[in-house]
């Protein structure tokens, strides 16, 4: 409907005009000297450049507004670097603008699509060509070769089966055992109760088995374990849960149930474990209930209690899985 | 002829004698290229790779790339004699001992964020201008596949010197393996070579990070290059532009030396924030330990979205059958994105489904002639700004001291309710700029004069507006939208009626417009 209304017409590109340099040859020369010295300017930045990485030394530290102490080697070689290039690239670009002819050009678009004759001439081509290989009468070929390129893809992905172990039951084991001691990470020394005071909390790993003396950063990603002190009253757990606890002390695995980051913000005035990957918040005083956040289980704990020499062991290995869920991981 | 004259006709007559370039040559060096500020954001992207490879390039002379376990003696005596990982401290070593190693790390990194920030806003163009209509809907796919990777060799990049904040961010790529149904556990196995972070990943991704990754980038900005070249620039409209023709400046000399000296002005700012602004600091953080972490981890802004997305997502965990479904990580993590970036990939399709227009389209639109288009970009960019806030809600809520349960409440509830209203909001101002439009073209400029005319009455004076002006404003076309007819000839329902309900519904929507004004219209207003 809109085609038979007249429309406005299209008054076509407008006529060039010409810049003070294209008229006058003051300005054009001027404007030469201009280009000139920003390519003058960048050549002197490299020479800053080669200067700073030779005398100045990088122990050199200078104060610059704003910007604080900084490092005198890496700031003038920066800037060095950053001015050689820039002053080149101002000098081109200004070359451009003030210099060479800038008369708009028109060129002609042509449809993309081939003329029929063409497409007819490919399509026979190419029917040709299939006919000659004789794949629409040789069925049988065409079949087994089909099988054959579709079995050859398969290889590669063999061969990127041992790229690691099956995971087994790795996932869902840790290195607490019953009457494992939870020792001080860093430092690895064993822990008594009354090492900790109330509202204290104390990162801790296993004890390391006699005749090891490193733990793969692997283990400590399974066996991480935060100790939190509380008052006995102040926890709101049933009696199987409370009885994991000892004196106050209340231990859960670190590393978050949700994607198994270190959950390592506590806040003492809410008793709140804050993970800062994801902000899944967790109330220590109901076992890690998620109170807060896209974590769906509790952090798990782990039940505690001390040895005959008063030191605070795991009563018990973690009775589920710790770290971000898999499938198997209710199996 | 001069003697450089006599050199130069002799290099060129050699190398055509054998490759026969000088036909090619005379037909290309002339090419017209558009000029316009929005098409130097893809030269940005462009040079930015160019400065990766160079400075990246750099970094691999130094950097090993291993998990085996050393004790720092560098000269950062914070860290000295503490166990880190040959990454770790071949990381400290480039920054502090190689010359002018910290410099390239930050140009490096620098690089990276510039590269992935010209690539979207350079898709923003391409989205809201129209430009990826056909015959450039090809180029729209490399250039979503190009931002997927970018993402992931980004993620790759600040993964490899293994500190403790981007340790952390491995541990939540492991946990995304691992929530994926029936197979996870058995890939995070295979692509950490055992438990994690076990010590086969950063050689891994080292490779995947310096050699994969860069071959394809390679081969897709080819590719997507050569296209342009082929096809030729689209252009703005304007004046004498039209669909059948390209108005700009020839390659040479001048988009020669203003395309060149902006590679230099981009790589020029990008040592200059190298030089000034720090970026990344790992020797801050400390090695990567499991059980540990620093406050405020946050991953660099390309990411942001996504973690934004995973940390507003409900706690649904539900076990079927004895086995566990990690919705809270697949949704956010997985479902989501797929979602996106398939219908950002299939949107050319989309659209030219809806409008059932099959012809090539060289012109660019203006936004608000397009408000359907306008008002969904809109919406998608308020999602995706929503889920970027929320990603940094931690640093928001320490910073502004607000309750950083209130910040997530307002993504969970807003990310669902603010994008509609985008939307509506959006078309409806697309409809007030064609409406201004129109009222600019009838009644010309105002001026701002007044005169009193003789019965006492106060009124502005308004000027007819410039005949390039008045063709800018209504150059677009404005077509009904597409007709489907529900029975046929003999007047028989066709089938798949819903599908052309729905086509019909999208169709009268994306037609929704304000009249164009005609000479018509203009006659009739003189009139008066």
Known sequence: ?331 | MSARERIAGNVANYVDERTGAAAWMKKNLNKVFPDHWSFMLGEIALYSFVILLLSGTFLTFWFDPSMREVVYEGSYAPLKGLEMSAAYASTLNISFEVRGGLLMRQIHHWAALIFMAAIVVHLLRVFFTGAFRKPREFNWIIGIGLLTLGIVEGFLGYSLPDDLLSGTGIRIAEAIIQALPLVGSYLAFFAFGGAFPGEAFIPRIYTVHILLLPGIFLALITVHLMLVWYQKHTQYPGPGRTEKNVVGYPLLPIYMAKAGGFFFIVFGVTALLGAVASINPIWLYGPYTPGQISAGSQPDWYMGWLDGLVRMSPPIEPVIFGYTLSLNILIPGLIIPGILFTGMALYPFIEQWITGDKREHHLLDRPRNAPNRTALGAMSLTFMLIALINGGNDIIATNFHLSINQIMWFSRIGIIVLPPIAFIVTKRLCLSLQRADRDLVLHGRETGRLVMMPSGEFVEVHEPISPEKAWLLTQHEQSAPLELEEKDARGVRRPGLLKSKVRKRFAVAHAEQVAKPTVADLKEIEHH
């Open chain 1, 1 to 331: 409907m809109s085609k038979e209304i007249e429309v406005i017409q299209d008054p076509g590109v407008p006529a060039h005009k010409l810049r003070q340099t294209d008229i006058d040859p003051k300005a054009a020369d001027r404007a030469e000297r201009q280009v000139a010295i920003l390519f003058l300017l960048s050549a002197l930045s490299t020479v800053l450049f080669i200067y700073s990485y030779f005398f100045i030394s990088t122990e050199t530290f200078i104060f610059i507004p704003l910007m604080g102490e900084q490092n005198a080697h890496q700031l003038f070689l920066g800037l060095g670097l950053a001015f050689s290039l820039l002053f080149i690239g101002l000098g081109a670009v200004h070359w451009a603008k003030t210099l060479m002819p800038d008369n708009e050009v028109i060129a002609h678009r042509h449809e993309f699509r081939s003329p029929d004759s063409d497409r007819e001439e490919f399509v026979k081509t190419a029917k040709e060509g299939a006919a000659a290989a004789g794949l629409g009468r040789r069925s049988l070929i065409k079949r087994s070769m089909g099988l054959a390129l579709g079995l050859v893809g398969l290889s590669p992905i063999f061969l990127l089966r041992d790229l690691g172990p099956t995971p087994g039951d790795d996932l869902k084991k840790t290195s607490w055992k019953a009457g494992t001691r939870l020792v001080t990470d860093p430092g690895d020394r064993p822990i008594k109760p009354e090492d900790l005071e109330i509202g204290a909390v104390a990162q801790t790993l296993p004890e390391l088995p006699a005749g090891k003396d490193h733990r793969p950063l692997s283990d400590i990603g399974k066996d991480a374990v935060l100790l939190i002190r509380l008052r006995p009253e102040e926890f709101n757990l049933d009696a199987e849960r409370l009885s994991w606890t000892y004196q106050g002390i209340i231990a859960f695995s670190k590393i978050c149930s949700h994607m198994g980051c270190a959950v390592a913000l506590y806040e003492q005035q809410t008793k709140h474990l804050l993970c800062p990957c994801h902000q899944s918040t967790f109330d220590v005083t109901r076992a890690a209930k998620v109170i807060f956040g896209p974590a769906a289980r509790p952090l798990p704990q782990l039940a505690i209690t001390v040895d005959e020499e008063g030191y605070l062991v795991a009563q018990a290995p973690f009775s589920e899985p710790v770290g971000p869920s898999f499938w198997e991981r209710s199996a």
